[in-house]
């Protein structure tokens, strides 16, 4: 029976990942494919990698927050299976809406609909009173927030940019100049979160300003590592990709700026999202092992990982069309602009992710986007997308908590 | 099956701007012809030709109101929006002065006096290169807006001066006519009325192909 329970937890999880996967990791993908600084194939291969990379080193935060910062899982103690229940009707729930918002291309948060459906769980289950809605309310504000800080972060590179390269005599000369800088803080958003949260699996005790003063060699070392390659890559001898043929030398240097945060902006994404997929999965597994409830759910290195790997295979299924035709469509997207708005949107996912706050890629992405739009270096955005977020923050909440509540009645009536 | 983001980008009004700029590219080598029809008395083809340029001022008044139609509130642009409108205005003025200058030459058929026929077809190689220039105008524009490079923004200014010295030099030529036309007409005022008039209409070509500049010149300004 546990053995069945198992398997059917873990594909209604892979089904939940391969949706994140063909929305959340689309978008953010589409944005170097969309601006040809990468293929599609190499999309894919980055999306798989450093996705699950980011999953395993750093995604441990969220899943705690998910799993046990909503409902407090010691209510469950008399009746563990309640528990697994909810959760695993919370984790369909949520995969369907994403998937339905996925079709209608609404730019929907796959964590909203994750933290909807355990709320709904939540209030059947032990009733509203024992749902934390303190914790909620900083979620909710988070997601307000985040686009805000993704938008200001980019907006604010952007303009760095303009200023010191693009306004230059030469800007060719002024990018080569400030590339090393560029490379080396993409590395120390990285390796800070890479020290503040995967080592943490680690068991080191590392403080605060060790970490810092261990990062910055390091990150100058990654950093130099990364230049050598940017400006191996850039040379004017270096083979054009297809969609690269109008590529003028800054924008191929951009270009090679922006593989790097692909993998960067695909890293924070696993950090952050894989765990909406895996949370609730792990509480079930955890169920199922002891029997019992443990007040704190560890994921296993394994969960981790196979979640990561299945969001890159959902965006290499049902993500690969899309994001080919952002590219032929959105031609105002450079390699530039591409590189400000993902720097911005995985930097501001990866402090996120390290405060524990499910935020959306999709809108952190779209909020950096909409930033160097506003410091006037994004070509013409429609911004009553924006109307179509905030209807989607009206319904992912509703729907997630309805449909979440309607799978729970139904699996309990014929299971318990 | 669409991208969300996607959904984001918003087609960019100047794919429309070019396609206006090049009408008005054709409309001027066609008024050309034209003038030069009128002046050797060969009205068929002067009808034809007059014909065209009003089919093509018709397109593209179109794709004006369609660029005006289709921004609405909550677009947000690399340049001000009422700016643009400001530039495409001006740059539709072209096409209606040429359209006003053939229409205003059509209505004395019997041809123009033949003292004054050379320096009136001077003067419409004069206005010519200004409007021409808008076309080159609006690509380089497209082309730094979206690198956002430096160079491409010293070759527009270069240009933009290019457009208001060609301006500067058809004023001269245009008020040199009016003179010569009130001096060897005197005691002819109906000619003298359809010929100064003429010379107006044909000198505002220029003066709103270089008011369009100046708005370009505005939307670019760091």
Redesign the interface.
């Known amino acids: 029976m546990d053995a069945v329970i198992l398997v059917i937890a873990a594909l209604v999880g892979l089904y939940m990942a391969a949706n994140i996967g063909s929305?959340d990791l689309?978008?953010a993908m589409?944005?170097s494919v969309?601006s040809c600084a990468i293929t599609l194939k190499e999309a894919v291969v980055i999306s798989i990698v450093a996705n699950a990379l980011g999953a395993v080193l750093a995604g441990g935060y969220v899943t705690g927050t998910i799993s046990k910062g909503i409902i407090d899982p010691s209510l469950f103690a008399h009746n563990p299976n309640i528990l697994m229940i909810g959760m695993f009707a919370s984790l369909l729930a949520a995969g369907i809406w994403v998937n339905i918002a996925?079709?209608f291309?609404?730019?929907?948060s796959t964590s909203q609909a994750i933290v909807g459906a355990v709320v709904g769980f939540g209030v059947l289950s032990v009733g509203a009173g024992e749902v934390t809605w303190s914790k909620i309310t900083i979620i909710v504000l988070s997601w307000v927030t985040s686009p805000a800080v993704g938008g200001f972060i980019a907006g604010g590179m952007y303009y760095f940019i303009?200023k010191k390269m693009?306004?230059?005599?030469d800007?060719l000369a002024a990018s080569q100049r400030y590339a090393p800088f560029m490379v080396f803080v993409v590395f120390l958003v990285l390796i800070l979160s890479f020290i503040f949260k995967g080592l943490q699996n680690l068991h080191l005790n590392i403080g605060f300003l060790q970490t810092i003063l261990l990062a910055i060699p390091l990150s100058a070392g990654a950093g130099a590592l990364g230049l050598w390659w940017v400006r191996r890559q850039a040379r004017p001898e270096c083979k054009l990709r297809p969609g690269q043929e109008a590529f003028?030398p800054?924008?191929r240097l951009f270009a090679q700026l922006q593989v790097l945060t692909a993998c960067y902006v695909a890293f924070a994404h696993g950090a952050n999202d894989v765990a909406n997929a895996v949370g609730p999965l792990a509480a079930i597994f955890s169920v199922v092992e002891t029997k019992a409830v443990a007040l704190k759910v560890s994921v296993p290195f394994w969960m981790l990982l196979g979640g990561g790997m299945a969001v890159g295979g959902g965006l290499l299924l049902?993500g690969t069309?899309?994001?080919e035709?952002?590219g032929k469509?959105?031609?105002?997207?450079?390699p530039?602009r591409g590189f400000c708005a993902q720097f911005g949107a995985a930097t501001t996912i990866l402090v996120c992710s390290r405060m524990g706050l499910p935020i959306s890629t999709?809108h952190v992405?779209?909020g950096s986007?909409?930033g160097v739009?506003?410091m006037?270096?994004?070509?013409?955005?429609?911004?009553?997308?924006?109307?179509?977020i905030a209807l989607s923050w009206i319904v992912t909440l509703p729907f997630t908590v309805v449909l979440a509540m309607l799978l729970y009645k139904l699996f309990v009536f014929f299971l318990v | 099956m669409r991208l969300s983001l996607a959904s984001l980008f918003y087609r960019s009004p100047f794919e429309n701007l070019q396609t206006h700029a090049d009408k008005v590219k054709e409309c001027a080598e066609l008024f050309k012809r034209a003038a030069i029809c009128h002046l050797h008395e060969e009205w068929d083809e002067f009808e034809r030709l007059t014909d065209t340029v009003a089919r093509l001022e018709s397109e593209a008044d179109a794709i004006k109101r369609n660029i005006r139609n289709h921004l609405p509130k909550g677009i947000l642009m690399q340049v001000d929006k009422f700016e643009l409108f400001d530039y495409i205005r001006e740059q539709d003025k072209v096409l209606d002065e040429v359209e006003e200058a053939l229409f205003w030459l059509s209505f004395r058929p019997a041809g123009i006096r033949e003292e004054v026929a050379n320096d009136l077809e001077e003067l419409v190689e004069k206005v010519l290169p200004p409007i021409e220039k808008l076309s080159d105008l609006v690509a380089m524009a497209t082309v730094f807006f979206r690198t956002g490079e430096e160079e491409e923004r010293t070759r527009m200014k270069s240009l933009i001066r290019d457009i208001r010295q060609h301006e500067k030099e058809a004023d001269i030529r245009e008020r040199e006519l009016k003179r010569e036309i009130f001096e060897t007409m005197k005691d002819k005022p109906i000619h003298v009325f359809h010929l100064v008039r003429l010379v107006e209409i044909v000198g505002n070509i220029a003066d709103h192909a270089q008011n369009a500049s100046d708005r370009m010149r505005a939307m670019i300004a760091r």
């Open positions: 929305n689309a978008n589409g944005t969309g996925t079709y291309a609404l730019p929907v303009e693009m306004s230059a005599e800007p003028t800054l924008d049902f069309r899309v994001i035709t952002i469509n959105i031609t105002e997207l450079t530039m999709t992405l779209v986007v909409v739009g506003i006037r270096g994004m070509g013409t955005l429609d911004l009553r997308v924006l109307k179509n």
